[in-house]
């Protein structure tokens, strides 16, 4: 079975600051991986989704994750960190027919 | 708009007593799940269905019960038996089960409370 390794559970960056958030995962062939992302009292939102093909993957709101296969990490990455973006973050692993498997998540702070 | 509405926002349960949350999408999709996410825990799987009448036992499933009588509703009862109900529960939807189209949909979620 799928799993799904946030080792950072809690983030705290500058306003301005360059961001990566790591995920690990494990499987046995190559996985479909998401990053989702979750404010307080809220439902979570798709960021971005790796499937196959180029191993950077572009998302919504300025996101970008790189899938490497020798390291089994998808980790999560933006340039310039905004205020807005303090939230939860999750990463997730799907494989054939079976439902997503979650990380614990990482939670985001942004200092100004 | 399209989308997956849960109620209630928040909801309070007394000891012994079975409570439903609602779970409603005009998304068409087949597939709809129900998560409990706790602090520091992530989102762990209750149980999920893939189409009307059939649904499957997630990670954590003792003490929950759900139904699928109807493509747009997925509604998730906690019953007496789950001694540690308090947490954030969440219902997601998807266009048909299986990972390679599996962009969930989530509701804003459910806070249950044992009072």
């Known amino acids: 079975a799928q799993s799904v390794t946030q080792p950072d559970i809690h983030i705290t960056v500058s306003e301005g600051a360059s961001l990566e958030l790591r995920c690990n995962y494990s499987?046995?062939?190559?996985?479909?991986l998401f990053w989702y992302v979750q404010s307080p009292g809220q439902g979570l939102q798709l960021l971005l989704k790796?499937?196959?093909?180029?191993?950077l993957v572009q998302g919504i709101k300025g996101f970008e994750a790189e899938f490497k296969r020798s390291q089994s990490s998808f980790n999560l990455r933006k340039p310039s960190v905004h205020w807005s973006d303090a939230a939860e973050y999750f990463c997730?692993?799907?494989?054939?027919?079976?439902?997503?498997?979650f990380g614990k998540g990482t939670r985001l702070s942004v200092i100004a | 708009d399209g989308g997956i509405t849960q109620s209630p926002k928040y909801l309070f349960r007394k000891e012994g007593q079975n409570v439903t949350l609602s779970c409603e999408q005009n998304?068409?999709?087949?597939?709809m799940y129900w998560y409990r996410q706790d602090p520091g825990q992530g989102l762990r799987l209750i149980y999920y269905?893939?189409?009307?009448?059939?649904?499957q036992k997630g990670d954590i499933a003792e003490g929950y019960s759900v139904s699928r009588e109807k493509k747009e509703s997925f509604p998730l009862t906690v019953t007496s038996a789950q001694k540690n109900p308090t947490a954030f529960y969440l219902c997601?939807?998807?266009?048909?089960?299986?990972?390679?189209?599996?962009?969930?949909?989530f509701g804003s979620g459910t806070q249950l409370s044992v009072l």
């Open positions: 997601a939807s998807s266009a048909r089960q299986g990972a390679r189209s599996e962009k969930l949909f």
């Open positions: 499987y046995g062939a190559t996985p479909y």
């Open positions: 790796y499937f196959s093909g180029d191993t």
């Open positions: 997730a692993v799907g494989a054939g027919n079976t439902p997503l498997v």
């Open positions: 998304l068409n999709h087949d597939a």
């Open positions: 269905s893939q189409i009307v009448n059939d649904f």
